[in-house]
């Protein structure tokens, strides 16, 4: 409700001053009115940026949660993140923003994935679960090509030491709110089949994640 609320008091403040310039439009010159508006969406923008981290830390200490119950780090240097569907001003079609940095070890939080290719791509278009891996630097670099869209240069630009790729969709009536996404430099970790209570543990934690997507 943080975000609501942020809302609502934006909404409130507008009013206000917009009353105060009709009622005062004939005799209180117009800076007046128009400064107190530009620092009340100034301090709305904060409150909304403070509030979206907030909601992002919370996403990320419950991450921080699900890898230590997998034991996934120390076997095969595991991580995990969550990206959201994003559009972009004056940018074509939907692109995913990384809202945390990776646990265990952190980085890549804010960061903007090019729009149309790779596993993130192919999982919230099918909607579905998806798992990848590779068996090699080749191997990820033709598939890469021929399955997720990338060109040969874009490739090479690319870090290559993941093998195996997991990734989740997290669904509110038919949209994908988010992405849970995993990745490890051991080929054949994911899908974890082998792992006591992963299926109701990764339930758990996309249900937590789906209502913080919601909250905003």
Request: hydrophobic letters at 40%; glycine letters at 8%.
């Amino acid at each position: 409700m943080e975000r609501q609320a942020v809302i609502f008091r934006g909404i409130q403040l507008f009013s206000s001053i917009l009353a105060g310039w009709i009622l005062g439009a004939s005799y209180v010159p117009k800076v007046v009115i128009i400064l107190p508006l530009l620092v009340a969406m100034a301090t709305l923008g904060i409150e909304f940026r403070k509030a979206r981290k907030r909601s992002h830390e919370t996403i990320r200490n419950h991450l921080i949660t699900l890898f230590t119950m997998l034991d996934l780090a120390p076997r095969s240097d595991a991580r995990s993140t969550i990206h959201v569907p994003v559009r972009r001003f004056l940018r074509k079609g939907v692109w995913f923003r990384q809202v945390c940095e990776y646990v265990p070890n952190g980085g890549g939080g804010g960061r903007y994935l090019p729009r149309g290719k790779g596993i993130i791509q192919k999982s919230y278009t099918s909607r579905a679960i998806r798992t990848e891996n590779f068996h090699s630097d080749e191997d990820y670099r033709l598939r890469m090509v021929e399955e997720y869209n990338y060109t040969e240069e874009e490739t090479r630009e690319r870090t290559i030491d993941r093998r195996s790729y997991l990734c989740i969709p997290i669904i509110e009536f038919d949209k994908v709110l988010g992405l849970l996404y995993f990745d490890a430099r051991t080929e054949g970790i994911f899908p974890l089949s082998g792992s006591a209570g992963l299926q109701e543990t990764l339930e758990n934690v996309s249900d937590i994640v789906r209502t913080i997507l919601l909250k905003g």
